[in-house]
Antibody
């Protein structure tokens, strides 16, 4: 059974870069889509983007964040990562990673809270 | 972007009631519509994919229907453990977009 686990700093200074990693077990990173989603406190879900790797990385970002987001994959560790640059208080959220299987997100990490501090 | 609009945004209900949540898409998403359940402090859980396909392990009191731009999630005989926020999400194209959520309360 696939399991995902987010990791990274819980506190990031304003204007700096948020970096998170999602470790995947029970499934190979290669050959599936892997998404990042975030949820600001008390608000709904926002899809950040996903990556598909099968020798080459195919990445799609949400245009609302595209200029500040980088998603990458490390197949040797079966992990994928998220970087958000120039963060502000609006980037404070719970960040989730998820497997995107054939048009639905069927496995999610538990989420990690990131607070942007000024 | 495809806008997803859920109604109602919140609903006060009782154990044993039947509940229907509606999700409308701003354009045709065919059957690329998923429903998730999220309990406080937890990650979302996929309940229904492709508008009506119940995920393994999800109780049969949950059902989904619709296509195109209008979809419904129905819960028959609501149980206490069904108290949660429910989100629809389109996967017809990117960016993937979610409805604003429907919060159930007793």
């Amino acid at each position: 059974q696939v399991q995902l686990q987010e990791s990274g700093p819980g506190l990031v200074q304003s204007s700096e870069t948020l970096s998170l990693t999602c470790s995947v077990s029970g499934d190979s990173i290669s050959g599936s889509y892997w998404s990042w989603i975030r949820q600001p406190p008390g608000q709904g879900l926002e899809w950040i983007g996903f990556i598909y790797y099968n020798g080459n990385a195919d990445i799609t970002y949400n245009p609302s964040l595209k200029s500040r987001v980088i998603i990458s994959v490390d197949t040797s560790k079966n992990q994928f990562s998220l970087k958000v640059t120039s963060v502000t208080a609006a980037d404070t959220a719970v960040y989730y990673c998820a497997r995107d299987s054939a048009h639905y997100m069927d496995a999610w990490g538990k989420g990690t809270t990131v607070t942007v501090s000024s | 972007d495809i806008q997803m609009t859920q109604s109602p945004s919140s609903l006060t209900t009782s154990v044993g009631d039947s509940v229907t949540i509606t999700c409308r898409a701003s354009q045709n998403v065919r059957s690329y519509l998923n429903w998730y359940q999220q309990k406080p402090g937890e990650a979302p859980r996929l309940l229904i994919s492709a508008a009506s396909s119940l995920q393994r392990g999800v109780p049969s009191r949950f059902s989904g229907s619709g296509s195109g731009t209008e979809f419904t999630l129905t819960i028959i005989s609501l149980q206490p453990e069904d108290i949660a926020t429910y989100y629809c999400q389109q996967s017809y194209n990117t960016p993937r977009t979610f409805g604003q959520g429907t919060k159930l309360a007793i």
